[in-house]
Every structure is written in C-alpha cells, then in structure tokens.
Nanobody
Framework: QVQLVESGGGLVQPGGSLRLSCAASGFTLDYYAMGWFRQAPGKEREGVSC????????YYADSVKGRFAISRDNAKNTVYLQMNSLKPEDTAVYYC???????????????????WGQGTQVTVSS
C-alpha cells in the first residue's frame, strides 16, 4: 500500500522557520521525483518545489526561491522541505507528492504526480 505522510507543520511567526518531512512507504523512493505543493483556502494547488530521483536536481517556484530548500534521503525514504523567512502568504496546506518522471515533475504541475500525501497545515501569523 502506497503511502506518503507529511509532518512538521504548525503555527509560526513571520520570519520564522519550519521543516516539513514526508515519509514514503509501499514503494521505492529512489525511482521517483518528489515534489511539494501547497493550497491556500479558495486558491488552486500550486507547485512549490521538486527534486529529481537520481541526481537531486531541484526546482523552485519563484515565490519561494532563496527561502525554501528541498532535500531527500532515499535510505530513509523521506523528503524534506526546509522553509525559512516565512511570510503570511506562505500559509497553506502543504502536500508532498511522487512523480515517475523527472522531466514531468520539473514542471511542478500537480497533474504529473502519481501519489499524494494527506497534507500538513502551515500557518504563518503573528
């Protein structure tokens, strides 16, 4: 049974940091590109970042470049999203997802991703 489980969300003040984790089970993470998406109330789901399966090539949405960092530990079947300098507009439910194609994953289109987690809430507020 394929599962992606996110953790690490919470309430943080503007300028603060959070580290999200995504634990995968039921499939081998090595063969999948992994992405992070977010969805705020009333908005469409948007791609935040992704990392390729083999060489760890990373992509970021312009809105998070320089503030967020994605990484993966295939031995632990886990993907991370380090979020720094958080802003109120980063508030959303954050999802991790797995895509079988590195090229497709780099588009950060949710339609290219096969497996999804249930999401973790991130709230940035003073």
């Amino acid at each position: 049974q394929v599962q992606l489980v996110e953790s690490g969300g919470g309430l943080v003040q503007p300028g603060g940091s959070l580290r999200l984790s995504c634990a995968a089970s039921g499939f081998t993470l090595d063969y999948y590109a992994m992405g992070w998406f977010r969805q705020a109330p009333g908005k469409e789901r948007e791609g935040v970042s992704c990392i390729s399966s083999n060489h760890g090539v990373t992509y970021y949405a312009d809105s998070v470049k320089g503030r967020f960092a994605i990484s993966r530990d295939n031995a632990k079947n886990t993907v991370y999203l380090q979020m720094n300098s958080l802003k109120p507009e980063d508030t959303a439910v954050y999802y991790c997802a797995a895509a079988p194609s590195d090229f497709a994953a780099s588009t950060l289109s949710p339609y290219e991703y096969e497996y999804w987690g249930q999401g973790t809430q991130v709230t940035v507020s003073s």
